[in-house]
């Protein structure tokens, strides 16, 4: 509930909303409800009606480009801080660095002039293959609902609108502005909408983003299910709704939906959907004008809760990019990112002093990243790569000898931005522009480009094995002359970029032939990954020790050092499955490689670990996994039912090694006897808990009724069975350490 103040401030904000649509002709009107420019709603100067300027992205707040052209604007005066992608920021589970990285991204936004910035992206992972799960959290609908709301909280501590994508089951690129994901309604409230509603309803996102994706026949931005009934009416959201960017199909629907605000990439903006096609059918009286008060009520709305109009003008948030303090946070957060998925013989952490010469194998090592992925990419002020960081870490009296490894093909460098034709393929257009054609024509110039784009990798991969030859004896060379090797390998914004999917779960350029023969000449070889969605580790038996990072942000080199000689102590835990090879996965099951045209999610609710699960496949490294350099051992749970609607857990962690950590406690629910399908467990809690040495610490959690809940299709709510229930205590879905019985009446 509001208070009293809170309330009678808002009854004046939609009086004063009324009275300006009331003012505003349709003219105006339909001039704020589509893009003026490629980021940019129109304005109304003569009301003092601002355009919203907005911005991707979820890694840092992008670069300018030109009004009507994909093409950067060259300015020097838009570097800003890379931030962790949120596949990095999902490992940490760490509620409060979520709220510090959007705490960061919105001051960023703010201090470069946005109102909006499109992110943060917290689609569901379901198929490890999709080119975008660098920029999403987790494969767990829980997971990603407890880190955006503190995200979301802090973008918008800074008068900035988050705006939350892609809204919804945008978990693919093949085909993504046609793709029809057909989805049950138990499967879409239980795993693909949680995170959506949880943004709305306990973070009070200000926007979001319609989908490219249509979802059981109809596309998310024409939606009237996910937008009108979910969105509005069942969640309560009064925020705005933005479309992808031409994700707009047809003119009546969208007008009668609510989808507030058109965007595209197109530069004739008077002919998107929501400006002069749809003034003809209002003057046709075949749309009602009453709808297009609906949306710019939404906007103006927007425009008052970000102080951009109205009696609060004056005191609006100035924000600040590259400010020292944001990449201290940034630091901090990739720290507790990285994890650490295999350590045996304590083959890490190094010891700086014992070592006189380092070895370091790898493209990824001198490799930086944030100016690739899509609408992620950014201009970053920095980037320290690992090569980097383990030099400024060393000093100069250890030698680092760095060798490549491995042949990585030149990136094609064309003047045009990939945007500009990710979504038309149309040939001869003036550089950076885009041009409209019919769905059918689009969809098949996608599918040739995709068909082009593989070629060339097969030709690549050709070009990649001849050059291989001597880079992998140089490499092999080098390992036997060293104190110590790191293998810096992974992946790249080439391999995976929003636009396509990878074709296969591999890591390229013949990185698994030189790790196994590294490993034949050196079983101590520290291998370490940079990169943003699983791959197949099929050599991992052999290793000792395995480093995995995501796009970890401007100080990923900084990061790594500290953690490869054990100044700071891994504490990152896996959000997504990384299943043993592709084959294992859920959509390599309903032969969907490559889909075109509709996707069936046969698999309902088992997606993630709730599919190996239930399929019994053991995978590499499941989720939530990820070790550390100390040990923990978890004792004495309680269990106490709260009236039998709640249960309150107690148990202690208790920090066993020689040096300080942090343990991610994970509570999954399993239901026993359930009257319905329900997966084998479901992550329901989980805290990080900061221990010293030989220290330990009590852990209080409370599940409520709601987390012992299930979709019921057929009464269309959510429904907690009475029962018992096993309560798993773990320090991965795997490892479960403590095991209860709650009882729900
Ligand atoms: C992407 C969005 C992005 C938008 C604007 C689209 O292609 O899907 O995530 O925010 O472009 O760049």
């Not at 309330?7 to 002709?25: A, C, D, G, P, Y």
């Not at 479309?243 to 199909?249: E, R």
């Not at 003047?415 to 500009?420: D, I, K, L, S, Y």
Request: charged share 30%; proline share 3%.
């Amino acid at each position: 509930m509001l208070k009293k103040s809170d309330q009678s401030n808002e009854k004046k904000r939609e009086k004063e909303i009324e009275k300006l649509v009331k003012k505003l002709t349709l003219d105006e009107k339909i001039a704020m409800i589509h893009g003026a420019s490629l980021f940019r709603s129109g304005a109304v100067e003569r009301l003092g009606i601002p355009a919203i300027e907005t911005s991707d992205g979820p890694m840092g707040v992008r670069a300018e480009f030109m009004d009507d052209r994909w093409i950067p604007a060259g300015n020097q005066d838009d570097m800003v801080s890379y931030l962790p992608s949120n596949s990095a920021l999902a490992s940490t589970w760490n509620t409060e660095l979520a709220h510090d990285m959007g705490y960061v991204l919105g001051a960023e936004a703010r201090g470069r002039g946005k109102d909006v910035i499109l992110a943060p992206g917290i689609n569901i992972k379901r198929d490890p293959r999709c080119g975008r799960n660098f920029e999403y959290m987790t494969e767990d609908p829980q997971l990603a609902a407890a880190l955006v709301v503190p995200f979301v909280k802090g973008v918008q501590e800074n008068d900035v609108a988050a705006c939350v994508k892609h809204f919804a089951a945008n978990m693919q690129e093949t085909d993504r502005m046609m793709v029809d994901e057909q989805i049950d309604e138990r499967t879409l409230y239980e795993l693909y909408l949680p995170a959506f509603k949880a943004a709305v309803q306990e973070a009070g996102t200000y926007s979001i983003m319609g989908a490219y994706n249509k979802i059981n026949g109809f596309h998310c931005c024409e939606n009237k299910k996910l937008l009108d009934e979910i969105l509005r009416k069942e969640w309560g959201f009064d925020g705005a709704v933005i479309s992808d960017w031409g994700g707009v199909h047809k003119t009546k629907e969208a007008a009668e939906c609510s989808m507030d605000l058109e965007m595209s990439v197109y530069p004739d903006f008077d002919e998107y959907r929501l400006a002069n096609p749809l003034k003809e059918l209002i003057q046709k009286g075949e749309v009602s004008v009453e709808m297009v008060d609906a949306k710019v009520k939404n906007l103006l709305r927007l425009m008052y809760r970000l102080k951009m109009i109205g009696p609060k003008k004056d005191d609006r948030k100035a924000g600040a990019y590259n400010a020292p303090k944001h990449r201290e946070m940034i630091l901090k957060t990739a720290q507790e990112s990285m994890i650490l998925l295999k350590n045996e013989k304590h083959a890490l952490p190094l010891h700086a002093k014992k070592i006189r010469k380092l070895v370091v194998i790898g493209a990824n090592a001198a490799k930086v990243h944030s100016n690739g992925g899509g609408s992620a990419e950014i201009k970053a002020l920095y980037e320290v790569c690992p090569l980097a960081g383990l030099k400024m870490y060393l000093g100069g009296n250890t030698e680092v000898k760095y060798v490549k490894g491995y042949y990585v093909p030149e990136e094609i460098q064309t003047e045009e931005n990939w945007q500009a034709t990710s979504l038309d393929e149309a040939e001869g257009l003036a550089v950076g522009q885009a041009v409209r054609t019919d769905e059918a024509g689009n969809q098949e110039r996608h599918r040739k480009g995709e068909e082009e784009r593989l070629a060339r990798m097969e030709k690549e991969k050709a070009e990649v094995h001849q050059k291989n030859e001597k880079l992998f004896a140089q490499a092999i060379e080098a390992a036997k002359d060293a104190d110590a090797v790191i293998f810096v390998g992974g992946m790249n914004h080439v391999i995976e970029c929003e636009g396509y999917d990878r074709s296969d779960m591999k890591l390229p350029y013949e990185q698994d032939l030189l790790i196994e023969q590294l490993l034949k000449v050196r079983k101590d070889v520290i291998l370490t990954f940079v990169g943003g969605s699983t791959v197949e580790m099929p050599w991992r038996d052999q290793a000792q020790a395995i480093l995995w990072s995501y796009y970890a942000g401007m100080e990923t080199g900084n990061a790594f050092a500290k953690i490869i000689f054990g100044e700071v102590n891994p504490s990152g835990k896996l959000a997504e499955t990384f299943p043993a090879k592709y084959e294992d996965c859920v959509t390599a099951k309903n032969g969907q490689f490559g889909v075109w045209g509709k996707v069936s999610l046969e698999e309902g609710l088992y997606c993630g670990y709730r599919y190996y699960d239930r399929q019994h496949i053991a995978p590499a490294f499941c989720f939530g996994h990820g070790l550390s350099y100390t040990d923990f051992e978890y004792s004495g749970l309680t269990l106490k039912s709260e009236k039998g609607k709640s249960v309150k857990l107690t148990f202690s962690v208790k920090n066993v090694g020689k040096c300080a950590g942090a343990e991610t406690v994970q509570v999954y629910i399993a239901p026993i006897a359930a009257k319905t399908d329900r997966p084998d467990k479901e992550l329901k809690a989980f805290a990080k808990v900061e221990l010293g040495a030989g220290r330990s610490k009590k852990v209080s959690l409370t599940l409520k009724q709601e987390d012992f809940a299930y979709f019921d299709e057929s009464l269309h709510k959510f429904i907690a069975d009475a029962g018992d229930y096993e309560i798993l205590v773990g320090a991965s879905s795997e490892d479960i350490r403590l095991r209860g019985i709650a009882t729900l009446s």
